[in-house]
């Protein structure tokens, strides 16, 4: 699978970790940074990653704040985009299987490194149940 993958200073080192985690398991990852622990303001990084994502349906992507959270909130004002926040296991699957979300977003500060790795390993095996959720994520769209 195809997966972009970025983080803000607060979650740059868990992206390095993140990048060799998802290699490893065969996955094409394109890093946009950042590329060192020097501030950067996370909105930049969330739509670097929410472009890329919106413009190629079979790219999902990750993106990692202190929290997971901001990132989120930046990538979800991009047309296309279903970025959510999963600092546990039971997020991670839900978020595939019942939101169809195309963005993995996680909280550096909030899980270590390995629950980290299962999280994103999750998110990229689980796949959309569709069904009763199809209609739901539409009316979401219908937001836009
Ligand atoms: C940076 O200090 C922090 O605010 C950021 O990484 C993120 O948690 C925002 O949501």
Redesign the pocket.
Known sequence: MKIAIGA????FRLKERLVWSLESRDHEVEDLGTFSEDDVD?PEIAVAVAEVVKEDAATRGVLI???????AIAANKIAGIRAATCNDLYTARMARAHNNANILAV?S?VVGPQLAEEIARTFMATEWEEGRHKPRVKKIHDLE
């Open positions: 803000d200073h607060a979650g996370y704040c202190g929290t997971g959270v901001g990132m909280g500060r």
